[in-house]
């Protein structure tokens, strides 16, 4: 069973960056589709990123397209997310996430993902 760890969050001004690490045991995480999600206080948790087991595909949602940049690095089992140009909307607690089915297609939704870390708190103030 493969278990995520994330780090990496923090308080940082509208602008500034911060990239969030999610570090996996377990032999099989380079098969996994892997995802970043957000949970902002009072809403649900939504999508942010994802990559395929490869590190071929990658997927955004709209809202932080072309400022976050998900990668991967299977050698040593971690997930990244770089942030860019945080904006306020951004805070949210971060989560990793591993869909283990093994799935060809890399899903956006939430309950496809069924393995998640504990969530790394990010705080972007104006």
């Known amino acids: 069973q493969v278990q995520l760890v994330e780090s990496g969050g923090g308080w940082v001004q509208t602008g500034a960056s911060l990239r969030l690490s999610c570090a996996a045991s377990g032999r099989t995480f380079s098969r996994y589709n892997m995802g970043w999600f957000r949970q902002a206080p009072g809403k649900e948790r939504e999508f942010a990123a994802a990559i395929s087991w490869s590190g071929h595909n990658t997927y955004y949602a709209d809202s932080v397209e072309g400022r976050f940049t998900i990668s991967r690095d299977n050698a040593n089992n971690i997930v990244y997310l770089q942030m860019n140009n945080l904006k306020p909307e951004d805070t949210a607690v971060y989560y990793c996430?591993?869909?283990?089915?093994?799935?060809?297609?890399?899903?956006?939704?939430?309950?496809?993902?069924?393995?998640w870390g504990q969530g790394t708190q990010v705080t972007v103030s104006s």
């Open positions: 996430a591993a869909d283990s089915r093994l799935a060809v297609l890399v899903s956006t939704a939430v309950s496809e993902y069924d393995l």
